[in-house]
């Protein structure tokens, strides 16, 4: 993480093509169990005939529409979205979990992926929680693996043909965090400083993109004497899919300029430092102890296409100047920029300016 602010700012394409899951990716998902049969669709849930405006609970509206479906269709819908959230959390029991039911479904047309969200309530004591159905995207499913085995969070999914189901990550927006947290005086604001550093970090050593405020969360532990602080992505589609290298630095997005200045306030050069370097030798164990699922994922990415040519020049490019490494500009594909990226990271550590 740079110890200065960055003037120029990173712009997002527009509209990110949805690449599809080719056959040796879809085996590497089923050896692993990341594919399964459901009994609902993405395709099935674009049946509904009426939407409505959704407000969050303070009555502002949002990205959402609550999306309504003909009456002969709602109970078998249900009940097959009910069977997929037992797939998430129970393996397919749903022995123990008769008592929920779908309370509301919601659909964001915002982004790529075009979500549903599902919100199953439980009818015992009403409480709730959501997962989402959206299309099968293979540079997301990247990013998705790359997360689960490289960074401190398990994530939970599953694939079907050209359905995505993922399971909710709980915490506080990041662009909410911002507004409403960060100028806060029980803040802990070395924790919350070291944890954007290391977070900055894990984006860029796994080539995640777009990590604007709205795309990640922080989640707040409290310990027994203060509190500590975990920044999650919940956004995944941009995995190796920009041509410039800053895209997969959340210190260069406009929208987190309020908590880099936060963070170069708290922090010295020095103590920077010393957190990139935490946080790579963890990733760094994390892939040797997972070195042949990692080897299995990074050959199915150098096979396949998760970006447009000028996009992989660019970023071979400009990683060849950032490591010094001329090896780069024999990379012909997002997957052998990645394996060359992480092999320059993690096996010989280089601070990122």
Known sequence: ?????????????????I????????????????????????????????????????NNYTLWESVIYPQSDIENLYAGLCQIYSLLKTDGNLSVMEHLTVKRIDYCSFGNSNPFRICIVNKFNDNYDYFYVKQADASRIYGLELEHILSPNRINYLVRNHTLIEEHIAGIPGDAFIRYNLSSDTLNR??????????????FVKLLGDMRSYNYVIDITPDFEDEQYRIRAIDFDQTCYEGKKTMYLPQFFKENNPIVKFCTETLNPETVNQYQYEERTL?????????YRVKELLDCLCHDKVSDKEKVEQLRKELSVHHSNYKFNRCHSMGHILKLHLKCLLWKPKLIN
């Open 1 to 17: 993480m740079a110890p200065q602010m960055e003037q120029s700012y990173n712009h997002i394409s527009r509209k990110k093509p």
């Open 283 to 291: 990733i760094g164990k994390r892939l040797y102890g997972e070195r």
């Open 19 to 58: 690449f599809k899951v080719n056959d040796q990716l879809r085996t590497y998902l089923r050896k692993h169990g990341r594919e399964v049969t459901i009994p609902v669709s993405y395709d099935d849930l674009l049946s509904y005939t009426e939407s409505l405006p959704h407000k969050d609970k303070n």
């Open 190 to 203: 070395v924790r919350i400083a070291k944890e954007f550093v290391k977070f900055n970090e894990r984006c």
